[in-house]
């Protein structure tokens, strides 16, 4: 473990802010956006405030809502563990309204459950194939009480976890990296949104094909029986603007047309 730790704190717009907590007298390597070289503003001119405790060997930063005084951001919270190879922070969470953080199953609401759920990042793929699982972004969106919105995107690419709590605190464990936090002011979840993609970048436009009306085939389903399929389709008078095939259709990945 650590013994001695820096907390860095930039102020990048009047609703943007980067807290990051580094290893003192150890080489790191975080994760720089293109966003990161934009020009400073003034703590004055910012709509949070920026709050530091310490009791004993606790030490934690808060951030909060300079108009109404909501936290938004507070890890004067036990439990903060920094090491070469473990992290974990806990932070609480304004309300119990949060959105985000991974995927959902069919039987899930866009609402995070906080009862002792936990959420694992980890994009390793399993069976040896070479290729990994799909990217993530460690961020989530709280609405609170009267409706305005703040975010958090910790940058962290090491495998991790989350662990939602019912007093509405947020804990992250993670094998290595930074303690990197950015943290979005809002007001509305719209701007949340557009802040946090300003950051990290906008999605690309779709095609137009990926607008339409789609159809997504099982992979234990033969080729002509997809061709079958289509027919129907187009004698129905359906659209199909694109069809989706399970890999094991298609041998290594190639394209193949119908």
Known sequence: EFEDVVVNVSFFTPSRLRVQMVPDGHSY??????????????????????????????????????E????????RLP????????LQVSTRLTTANIFGLGGLSPKETLKQDINWKTVTFFNKRINGRPSEYFGVHHFYMV??????ANGLFLRNGN???VLLQPEKVITFRTTGGLLDFDIFLGDSPDDVLR???????RPAMPPLWA?????????????SQVWRLLQMLN??????????????????LQPMTL
Do not use: W
């Open 195 to 201: 802040q946090f993609t300003e950051l990290v970048g």
């Open 159 to 161: 495998a991790m976890d």
């Open 29 to 66: 390597h975080p994760i720089v956006l293109e966003e990161d070289n934009l020009q400073r503003c003034n703590e004055n001119d910012t709509g949070y405030e920026l709050l530091l405790g310490e009791s004993g060997r606790l030490f934690g930063i808060a951030v909060t809502r300079k």
């Open 143 to 148: 609405v609170e009480e009267d409706g305005k």
């Open 211 to 223: 607008l339409g009306h789609h159809v997504s085939v099982a992979a234990d389903v033969e080729i």
């Open 235 to 252: 004698e129905s008078g359906i659209e199909v603007l694109c069809i989706s095939i399970k890999e094991s259709q298609t041998e290594n």
């Open 68 to 75: 109404n005084g909501a936290v938004i951001f507070d890890t």
């Open 79 to 86: 439990g903060t563990v920094l090491s070469k190879q473990f």
